[in-house]
């Protein structure tokens, strides 16, 4: 059979699959590779072997560290570690809507270091929420002030979108999260510049960024959570701190720092009921460990069978030179708009593609894929096809359809502003 033909079926297959969602994302993945596996030629036991071998690299690289970051930033949350620090930096500023937009970037920067997007919203708005509605500043506006600060800061390596990126591109996450962090740094500039496009907004409509509606309410007495550890905090803040310099600065291992800060972490705070909130954990790994394993199918068939190359040979044959060099750079500029359609799975499986050709321009892997790591993040929020968008907006109350059609626009602008700075300081790789 022909390689490029059955490369191209299997990524139609899977853009079907998701555009009708008539059957489950990860069953399509776990088992159509599998079957082109095996009418390219290659034996039940052949295709086992490199499926197996990539599911090994899975684990090593990030599925353990996964679990741990889990457990040990649910804890956190849970114990109202991030709630206090919160609080502190609402109750001791003179607030205003200049204000109010720099603590939405630094507490969603802060917040998405639980390296999910769903915690990461739970933490930020219900506590910001109140302000909002106090200066009648548009929450539609808050959540892409959020989310561009959360999208920084997914150069992490134990953050979910790492996980899939790196998963996706068959990359370890601690190389591909130091060759993100430059781009990061791309973001500051921008996040200025929505902080001023946003204010203007705010004063055209309300005229002022002082308190718009100021009513006289009962005091909110925050009640009290069953796991919520108040006379722990500085305990578990200062763990917190020993693990991110162990992190950032003396790279030690993602899934061991997180293995004693967990196991430390659960016999201070829950000597005696950790297992119930492990127990939480348990299903949202599960289902993110399925997913992961699903894409490393997908990734094993098509590295193995020759679909890589066969589709990279075809592209480099009919695209003209110079767009398939400029290729990725391309995706990447259209990737919000591409994102809003297309759920970012499915982009994600093109990362083997690009690498290769990258590999004949001279372009390495990571320089290659670092781009996506948090630009694409910009998308993720402003598309109704992942499930965390109708988590930020439930929590702000917004509808969906009317929120991702206003902030395709925004967001594509700003990851545009990013490129474009990145390319002005040699971040962007051009080959």
Not at 12 to 22: E, G, L, P, R
Not at 325 to 338: A, K, R
């Amino acid at each position: 059979m022909n390689v490029t033909l059955m490369a191209i079926l299997l990524i139609a297959i899977v853009v079907v699959t998701v555009v009708t969602d008539k059957v489950p994302f990860n069953f399509v993945l776990l088992i159509v590779p599998l079957i082109f596996s095996l009418l390219l030629g290659h034996s039940l036991t052949q295709t086992s072997n490199f499926v197996l071998q990539q599911f090994a690299s899975l684990m090593q690289t990030t599925g353990f560290m996964l679990l741990f970051a889990f457990l040990y930033f649910t804890m956190l949350t849970e114990s109202g570690m991030f709630n206090t620090i919160v609080n502190a930096l609402t109750s001791h500023l003179k607030m205003n809507v200049i204000v109010l937009m720099v603590l939405t970037t630094l507490i969603g920067g802060f917040s998405i270091l639980t390296g999910n997007f769903t915690p990461a919203y739970l933490i930020t708005f219900p506590i910001l929420l109140p302000l909002y509605k106090k200066f009648n500043f548009d929450r539609g506006y808050a959540f892409m002030i959020a989310q561009t600060a959360m999208s920084a800061m997914c150069f992490i390596p134990w953050g979910i979108g790492m996980a899939y990126t790196a998963s996706a591109a068959g990359l370890s996450a601690t190389a591909l999260s130091k060759a993100s962090l430059p781009w990061a740094y791309c973001f500051i500039p921008v996040i200025i510049l929505q902080w001023i496009y946003f204010g203007w907004k705010h004063r055209q409509k309300n005229g002022t960024f002082q308190v718009i509606e100021q009513e006289e309410t009962a005091a909110e007495v925050e009640e009290e959570k069953e796991n919520s550890r108040p006379q722990f905090f500085w305990i578990n803040l200062i763990v917190f701190i020993i693990a991110m310099v162990a992190l950032g600065v003396y790279s030690v291992p993602p899934y061991l720092v997180f293995i004693i800060a967990t196991v430390f972490t659960a016999m201070v705070n829950y000597p005696k009921d950790y297992g119930k909130i492990f127990g939480s954990v348990g299903p949202m790994y599960l289902n993110i460990l399925i997913m992961l394993l699903a894409i490393n199918m997908y990734q094993a068939v098509f590295n193995n069978t020759g679909m890589v190359g066969a589709l990279s040979k075809s592209l480099i044959s009919v695209v003209p030179h110079p767009v398939l060099h400029y290729l990725h750079i391309i995706l990447l500029l259209l990737c919000v708009i591409i994102i809003y359609f297309i759920p970012f799975q499915i982009f994600n499986a093109l990362y083997p593609i690009f690498i290769t050709i990258g590999a004949a321009f001279g372009i390495p892997a990571v320089a290659m894929i670092a781009p996506f790591v948090c630009n694409l993040s910009l998308a993720t929020s402003a598309t109704p096809t992942n499930s965390s968008t109708y988590v930020g907006c439930g929590l702000l109350d917004l509808e969906v359809p009317e929120y991702t059609k206003r902030a395709v626009p925004v967001m594509t602008i700003t990851n545009l502003l990013v490129i474009i700075i990145a390319a002005m300081f040699g971040v962007l790789n051009l080959g």
